[in-house]
Structures are given as structure tokens and as C-alpha cells.
């Protein structure tokens, strides 16, 4: 099938599958949006657009999460990781906008110009957002309460896209997080032939992508080769697509800066498009 046809018949089905997944996932009264001090971008830098309290089908749901012991940024931002000015908020919040206009661009979604912020430990609010990304998760500190209610998110329909974690150590930290969420279920190399990489685009061909800072060499840590990996439910659903040695998120921020190479982004935001297509009817 072409792809602009499969395009077409997918996005026409986008509100349908959208609404059943939030029959799956218990609703709750969402949080109002705050803006939050990042570590890269301070509070009010990036003005809001005029649809920030609009709501939508889709809006960029990024988790919120305490430090772990590999921290890089600690003894330099050693306060409430709730209040912002801590590692979730790496590239945070242009890459969310940006990207939250690519989707909105290239698909008939629905969607908001500003991100929300979600933490686990919030209440119910994460049922609320059928797509959830975090950012460095192999420098995270997943508490017992978080893996659980993640779990549970998870299993009632919802997706996380795991993002910007490189090499040996990272994915150690990233592995035991997630057998705490789920110690019964692998984490596996997802296939070619997955649907995820076939909702809008096919993305058979997958490069490394490298974040700003790390061009010059292509990798970070020892983590030299792109793995796209994911964890599955018992019905063959993804429900945690995880990018291992990729820096998405960076081709999201600085997909408008001639100085960062167009292909990363062009595949970037490719990958994430096609991710929250997928999260929307799966």
C-alpha cells in the first residue's frame, strides 16, 4: 500500500482509536498546564502560543521523575525535581513545541502547541494522557510507586517512548527500572516488519541519531549502535518503545537550526510521528 494512502486511512481512524483508548485507560480530571525552570531553557524563554489552554486530541505528554544515582547534572541542580531545573527537563520545553508542530503539520491529529508535564506520583493525571515521553531514562531514579502505577497505565492501554539514554551503564539503570515495572516481561529488538515503523512512514532504514553536542563523533558513552527496542503486551501491542543510543529528542529541539544536520530530524520526527500515530490506534 502507499504510504500516502495508508496515511489516509490510518489518520481517518485516528479519533475513533483515540477515544477507545481512553475508554482503556480510567479517566481523571487533567492538570492544568505549568510551565516549569528547565536546565537548558529558563522559565517564560519560549513564549506560549496562543492555543495553550485549548484542549485537544494530543498534546505532548512528557514524565516527570526524580533523579538516580548516575545523575549528570547532580551537585548542580540539587533541588525538588517537581519544580523543574532537573534532568526531565533536558530539551525541555522546545523539543516538546517543536515537535508538537511537526505532528500537527504532517498529520490530522488534533493537536496543542505546548507540552504537558506528568508526574506518577500525581494522582490519576498520567490516565489522561494516552502518549507519555521521558527523556535520559538511564540517568532516572524510578521509585516502587512510579514503576507501579506506570504498570498499571500501561497495561490499560497507555504508551511511553523512552528516549536519549547511551551505553553500558545507562541501559543498566534504564533495565532495572523497568523490571521493576514489569519483572515478567523482556525488553526486545522490535522488527522491521512492526507496524509501529509502518503507521504513516516506513522506517526500515534507521540511523543513529546523534544529540548536538555529540556530532562530531556520532555516538555517546560506548554507545555506538541505535537500537530500537520495546516491551509488549500479551496481545503483541507495543507498549514501551524505547530508543537506545539515539538522541531523538535533540533532532526534535534543534530541528529549525541549519547547524544540526536536517537528516536526523528528518528521521526524528519521522519516528515520533509515527509512534504516536501507532500509540492512537493500537
Not at 482503556?24 to 513564549?47: D, N, Q
Not at 563523533?217 to 524505547?242: E, F, P, Q, S, T
Amino acid at each position: 500500500m502507499r504510504a500516502n494512502v495508508r496515511m489516509a486511512l490510518v489518520l481517518a481512524t485516528s479519533t475513533v482509536a483515540f477515544l477507545s483508548t481512553l475508554y482503556a485507560v480510567e479517566r481523571a480530571v487533567p492538570r492544568p498546564f505549568r510551565e516549569y525552570p528547565g536546565v537548558e531553557y529558563s522559565l517564560g524563554e519560549i513564549p506560549l502560543a496562543p492555543d495553550w489552554q485549548e484542549k485537544t486530541e494530543w498534546a505532548f505528554a512528557r514524565l516527570m521523575y526524580p533523579p538516580g544515582w548516575n545523575d549528570g547534572y547532580r551537585g548542580r541542580f540539587d533541588g525538588d525535581w517537581r519544580q523543574g531545573l532537573s534532568l526531565w527537563t533536558q530539551d525541555f520545553p522546545r523539543a516538546d513545541r517543536h515537535f508538537s508542530a511537526a505532528v500537527r503539520r504532517l498529520t490530522r491529529v488534533q493537536v496543542r502547541s505546548v507540552e504537558q508535564p506528568v508526574s506518577l506520583d500525581d494522582g490519576d493525571d498520567v490516565y489522561n494522557w494516552p502518549w507519555l515521553y521521558a527523556v535520559q531514562v538511564g540517568e532516572w531514579g524510578l521509585t516502587d510507586a512510579e514503576a507501579q502505577k506506570l504498570r498499571d497505565y500501561l497495561l490499560r492501554g497507555g504508551f511511553f517512548m523512552a528516549d536519549d539514554f547511551h551505553g553500558t551503564v545507562e541501559w543498566q539503570v534504564f533495565e532495572e527500572a523497568m523490571k521493576k515495572v514489569f519483572p515478567d516481561r523482556p525488553i526486545v529488538d522490535i522488527p522491521d516488519s512492526d507496524a509501529i515503523f509502518h503507521t504513516v512512514y516506513d522506517l526500515d532504514d534507521r540511523y543513529q541519531i546523534p544529540g548536538a553536542e555529540h556530532l562530531r563523533l556520532g555516538y555517546k558513552n560506548d554507545g555506538y549502535v541505535a537500537r530500537w527496542r520495546g516491551i509488549y503486551d500479551d496481545k503483541g501491542r507495543i507498549m514501551v518503545a524505547i530508543s537506545f543510543n539515539s538522541d531523538i529528542g535533540d533532532s526534535w529541539e534543534w530541528a529549525d537550526d541549519p547547524r544540526y544536520p536536517e537528516k536526523f530530524s528528518d528521521l526524528g520526527i519521522r519516528i515520533g510521528v509515527n509512534y504516536v500515530v501507532y500509540a492512537m490506534t493500537h
